[in-house]
């Protein structure tokens, strides 16, 4: 039978937090139109609707923001110039769709961007992405185009309903597998750029390596590109290990204010050349090449003519398609190996891409902003940053753009040039602006070596190694996903291989769920069972193995079992299946003579067992039940004893009786 020993103080808190009799009242008659409608005040919609967190920092801006912001601007304008005109081949797009893509999402971000120190913009693991979906080759730029339209209206549309939280189902070593394997295929297709290879080399990883080193063994290879592209790597890896060196000199001054002027000139000017490296590769060999063209000598692979200007601003078209060339902005609708498609068909080629696409461009945002975030001791939201990406891609779909997000490498350099808010990225656009109305013509000196070795030390930073190690100390079992990603994204692809990681990842999740962990004690023949973490469901099988376990291995011992008290501390809801296992339970117990008993249950599960199971036995502590059921015990063993003596007793005054 029930027992009103529960704990008055768990009820009394519960309730109290529920503001009293009012809760109570509303707990009882449930949800009605007024509660609803008083819910869906203005406020309230504004509060639950993304914003502009512009608001919050314009009114305060000062000077000195002013400098730092134009400072770290000019920084990564440098840095993205060659950055977006490499990662635009990764696309499979002529290089000046880089530049396209560089500069209204930093405007966008400007307005309703959260995180200071983020930049969007084109990256590496994205412009993979977009070859893989839209196949720009094979279907056009229109393509690409409306790929960054459909991940914009994705996007918009998951943070008005906040669907960040999703990300919670991507995990640390999840997205350590994905950016290791997207890292080397990355720079497995730039390895034929080195070589000077000019034959088509096939995308996935395993045709792509077996592609370009059969094309190298067959001699194919171009001896001016292969000493571009090597010189420029350790060039590259050597500037990155030199402003390691020369960030180290400031932090080892005990006393900044007393360093000599010129000094700290000097460390500026090395930490300005150190970071902005991959222009300087850039310009460097481009001077070179432009040496040996007015020479006629034909020593290295050039990026070849740009189109000039700024991109036309319209409507993406998203009813015909045609492959790209360097000359044709737009898909040409007269080629006569032009596709005519609807917008059915395209999001129909895209498939699995048109979610993948916008969750991984999400993923990199999201996760970006929360690691400065930490770094920088401020807080974003994550609703806020996929509403800021969705309004970016949406905008930057008007200017020829290809799917943009945050730039880990660029956002580093932001934080480290001392940006101070998001206007910084006003000025990156700036400078992205003015290279594709002026420099543009003098981009087509550029190696395509020296695009490629900027992609390839970018890209193999990415490659965590360490994480292996950590995990084998820390849990063997997050192994599984980060193998399943990173196989999956090597091998069958990027936009399947992500896909496939989280769905281990969320099985991996519910097999957690359906087996918390237990742990028993036995004193004398009382039981005490606690289980660790949620009961529901899935999980509630799992509790009937643990029972028979334990009364397995106490029948091994020779030790009765009389009572199971099931101490209920960790748990803070349960479900109708629950209740139906634990009745079961308790009446399978009841045929073996063993008791059930449950203590520590809080407000709502106790609600809910009443309900379900009318007769239950429950105490506040597990002290208490021991005591309680240990003086059971005691009088059930007597009357027991007493029984047996009486019987026994009967009997033999009937045999008396019999002799007599």
């Known amino acids: 039978m029930y027992s009103h020993r529960t704990s008055v103080a768990r009820r ?73 005109i490499a990662y635009a081949g990764i696309a499979g797009l002529p290089h000046e769709y880089g530049l396209y893509s560089s500069f209204m999402g930093c405007i966008a971000y400007f307005f309703v961007g959260s995180a200071k120190d983020v ?17 720009p080759v094979q279907f056009g730029a229109g393509y690409a185009i409306a790929l960054t339209l459909v991940c914009g209206v994705i996007q918009l549309a998951m943070s008005m309903f906040r669907l960040g939280a ?58 001016g590109d292969i000493a571009m592209g090597v010189t420029c790597m350790l060039v590259a890896i050597g500037l990155k290990q030199f402003k390691t060196v020369v960030t180290d000199w400031d932090k080892q001054d005990k006393d900044p204010a007393a360093v ?37 000598k034909d020593y290295l692979t050039l990026t070849g003519k740009m189109k000039s200007g700024f991109p036309p601003v319209g409507v993406p078209e998203l009813h015909s398609t045609a492959p790209v060339n360097s000359t044709n902005l737009r898909p040409c609708t007269t080629c006569a190996n032009a596709n005519h498609s609807g917008i059915g068909d395209i999001m129909t080629d895209f498939g699995v891409g048109a979610i993948s696409v916008p969750l991984i461009g999400l993923l990199e945002l999201v996760a970006i902003a929360q ?47 001392g940006v101070r808010t998001p206007a910084a990225g006003l000025v990156t656009a700036s400078v992205v602006l003015l290279a594709i109305g002026v420099a543009t013509p003098l981009f087509r000196f550029i190696p395509v070596a020296a695009l490629s070795a900027i992609i390839i030390t970018a890209v193999l930073g990415m490659v ?53 962990h237990f742990t028993w004690r036995a004193t004398g023949d009382i ?53 139906l296992t634990l009745q079961d339970l308790n009446d399978e117990l009841k045929r073996k003579d063993v ?13 809910v067992l009443l309900a379900g199971i009318p007769h239950f036995q429950s105490y506040a502590t597990v002290e208490e039940a021991h005591s309680r059921m240990h003086v059971v015990n005691l009088t059930s063993d007597f009357h027991h004893e007493t029984d047996r003596l009486l019987k026994s007793g009967a009997t033999a005054s009937t045999g008396g009786d019999d002799g007599l």
């Open 166 to 223: 999703l990300m919670s189902f991507i995990s640390a070593p999840v997205i350590s597998g994905f950016t290791s394997a997207a890292a080397i295929t990355i720079a497995m297709g730039q390895v034929k750029h080195i070589f000077g290879i000019k034959q088509h080399v096939p995308r996935p990883f395993i045709k792509c390596v077996n592609g370009t080193f059969s094309e190298v063994f067959h001699g194919d290879v171009r001896g």
């Open 119 to 135: 930049t969007l913009g084109p990256t590496a693991i994205m412009s993979l992405m977009v070859n893989s979906v839209a196949d």
């Open 527 to 579: 039981v005490v069972l606690r289980v660790h973490g949620g009961l529901d469901f899935p999980s509630i099988s799992y509790l009937r193995q643990i029972l028979r376990g334990i009364e397995e291995e106490m029948a091994n011992e020779t030790m009765a079992l009389s009572t199971v008290i099931f101490d209920w501390t960790c748990v803070m809801d349960v479900d109708y299946t629950v209740v």
């Open 12 to 84: 009394n808190r519960y309730f109290t937090s529920m503001n009293g009799e009012m809760a109570l009242s509303r707990e009882n008659r449930g949800l009605t139109a007024s509660d609803l409608r008083k819910s869906l005040t203005k406020k309230n919609l504004l509060e639950w609707l993304p914003g502009f967190p512009i608001r919050s920092w314009l009114p305060k801006y000062s000077m000195f923001d002013l400098q730092s912001d134009i400072t770290a601007g000019l920084t990564v304008g440098l840095m993205v110039v060659p950055q977006a």
């Open 371 to 417: 690691a400065f975030a930490r770094q920088n001791n401020y807080v974003i939201d994550p609703n806020q940053e996929l509403f800021a990406i969705g309004i970016a891609n949406i905008i930057s779909a008007f200017f020829c753009s290809y799917p943009v997000t945050g730039s880990f490498s660029r956002t580093a350099v932001n934080a480290a040039s």
């Open 260 to 296: 000599p002027r010129r000094v700290r000139v000097s460390r500026k000017l090395l930490w300005f050349v150190t970071t902005g490296r991959n222009a300087l590769i850039v310009t460097v060999a481009a001077l070179i090449a432009y040496a040996l063209q007015s020479q006629n």
């Open 464 to 516: 965590n190694i360490k994480i292996l190690v950590t995990l084998w100390k820390v849990k063997p079992t997050d192994l599984i996903p980060l193998i399943v990603a990173f196989a999956g994204t090597l091998f069958l692809g990027i936009e399947y291989g992500v896909i496939l990681a989280v769905v281990v990842n969320v099985f991996y999740i519910l097999y957690l769920q359906a087996r918390p």
């Open 595 to 607: 008791s059930l008993v449950h203590v520590a249950l809080e407000p709502p599960v106790e609600k």
